[in-house]
């Protein structure tokens, strides 16, 4: 993750449902931009963490 993305996850002072949105996007960037699958399924795992109810497919683009 780049220091920019860890940043914003430490003192952006979102909560921990805006962390969730903000890693799913991370990660469907991942995938996007790279092919990187595993890169991306651990921004969603750890996404799920963040937020038990999160609808990861309704953030899909």
Same mark, same amino acid.
């Given at each position: 993750?780049?220091?920019?993305?860890?940043?914003?996850?430490?003192?952006?002072?979102?909560?921990?449902?805006?962390? %969730?949105?903000?890693?799913?996007? @991370?990660?469907?960037?991942? %995938? /996007?931009?790279?092919?990187?699958?595993?890169? %991306?399924?651990? /921004?969603? @795992?750890?996404?799920?963490?963040?937020?038990?109810?999160?609808?990861?497919?309704?953030?899909?683009?």
């Amino acid at each position: 993750m780049s220091s920019y993305a860890k940043t914003c996850l430490k003192y952006g002072g979102w909560s921990d449902e805006e962390k %969730a949105e903000f890693l799913v996007r @991370k990660g469907f960037a991942i %995938a /996007k931009e790279t092919g990187e699958i595993k890169a %991306a399924n651990r /921004k969603l @795992k750890a996404a799920k963490k963040l937020d038990k109810e999160l609808n990861i497919k309704s953030l899909q683009q």
